[in-house]
């Protein structure tokens, strides 16, 4: 399956929040974040993957991603380079993420981050309305990277 990824624009947004509405994944924020997100679409256009950044102040936290059960291992991370991207033509000076999933954490040490304690996250990121959400999660797992 060949595969495009790219960032998404305003046209992308209904097909957007639909794929992330299946994945029942929250979409507050996407329209006013639109050119934070990047999907990958099959060779039909429809959406694959897609993945977003909440900007707060310089730091990224990513949120929203949904993968189809189609997208492989390589194609994962290609996405998450897309965002790196984008995050560093962004100006931003840190990437972080949220999971309650260990199983992926080798595969995101191997992307480059890095596992930090809830005591050394930033203290900006009480305002993500993305950590605000998950934060009540049990057994939330922090991660950063560098750009």
Same mark, same amino acid.
């Given at each position: 399956?060949?595969?495009?990824?790219?960032?998404?624009?305003?046209?992308?947004?209904?097909?957007?929040?639909?794929?992330?509405?299946?994945?029942?994944?929250?979409?507050?924020?996407?329209?006013? /974040?639109?050119?934070?997100?990047?999907?990958?679409?099959?060779?039909?256009?429809?959406?694959?993957?897609?993945?977003?950044?909440?900007?707060?102040?310089?730091?990224?936290?990513? /949120?929203?991603?949904?993968? /189809?059960?189609?997208?492989?291992?390589?194609?994962?991370?290609?996405?998450?380079?897309?965002?790196?991207?984008?995050?560093?033509?962004?100006?931003?000076?840190?990437?972080?993420?949220?999971?309650?999933?260990?199983?992926?954490?080798?595969?995101?040490?191997?992307?480059?981050?890095?596992?930090?304690?809830?005591?050394?996250?930033?203290?900006?990121?009480?305002?993500?309305?993305?950590?605000?959400?998950?934060?009540?999660?049990?057994?939330?797992?922090?991660?950063?990277?560098?750009?």
């Amino acid at each position: 399956m060949v595969e495009m990824i790219r960032q998404a624009e305003n046209a992308d947004m209904d097909k957007i929040i639909a794929f992330l509405t299946d994945a029942k994944l929250n979409c507050d924020g996407i329209k006013e /974040r639109i050119d934070y997100f990047v999907l990958s679409e099959d060779e039909k256009g429809n959406i694959t993957s897609v993945l977003g950044i909440e900007p707060v102040e310089r730091i990224g936290v990513l /949120r929203s991603l949904a993968v /189809r059960s189609t997208v492989k291992e390589e194609g994962l991370i290609q996405l998450f380079q897309h965002v790196y991207n984008l995050a560093k033509y962004k100006k931003l000076s840190t990437l972080m993420l949220i999971t309650n999933k260990e199983v992926f954490i080798p595969l995101l040490q191997i992307m480059g981050f890095e596992r930090v304690t809830n005591e050394s996250v930033p203290e900006e990121l009480q305002y993500s309305s993305h950590v605000k959400q998950v934060g009540t999660l049990d057994g939330i797992i922090f991660m950063k990277k560098a750009i």
